[in-house]
């Protein structure tokens, strides 16, 4: 679908992403958030994310051999969490999980924080965070699915005949 999508001569980039709704915890304290797992590179492509994320160095989403993966948070989250850039956060999915002897365990992961995410948007920046592609696939259960696709296309305001021919090239449903 992706290959088909990129191929269409008004789409000038694109992107596969994965949204989920989590648990976020650090220092003791936790909040509930928006994780949206992205391919960085692909998503700079579609938004302008780079815009907004204030880090260090580069951030990276994807770990290195014996490295915990990275996380972006959006400040307000971070605020919270009272957590600053290379702390550890963990990653709870309460709706993802197994069912042991001891009854339900929610899928848990490790995450280092690598960036913060300030848009000036209060609800974005109090509840989003990024984390790579991988591993929210795997975090959130979803094998190689994605929950959709970002577009960025040559003028906007042709987006819904634009939306239309790219729905007829993939095939219609179960696409919309």
Do not use: C, W
């Amino acid at each position: 679908v992706l290959a088909k999508v990129r191929s269409h001569p008004e789409v000038l980039a694109a992107s596969p992403f994965v949204y989920g709704k989590a648990m976020i915890s650090a220092r003791g304290i936790s909040d509930g958030i928006v994780v949206k797992g992205v391919d960085l590179e692909a998503e700079s492509g579609v938004t302008e994310i780079a815009r907004y994320v204030e880090s260090i160095t580069p951030p990276r989403l994807d770990p290195e051999a014996g490295e915990l993966p990275g996380i972006i948070l959006g400040v307000h989250v971070a605020d919270n969490l009272q957590v600053t850039l290379g702390e550890r956060v963990q990653l709870m999915a309460p709706q993802v999980g197994a069912a042991s002897p001891l009854g339900y365990v929610p899928r848990v992961r490790n995450f280092r924080l690598v960036g913060l995410f300030r848009s000036g948007m209060y609800e974005y920046d109090a509840t989003l965070a990024f984390i790579g592609l991988r591993q929210a696939q795997d975090f959130l259960a979803m094998g190689e699915s994605v929950s959709a696709l970002e577009i960025r296309i040559r003028e906007m305001y042709r987006a819904p005949a634009v939306a239309a021919s790219l729905l007829e090239a993939v095939g219609g449903f179960p696409y919309r």
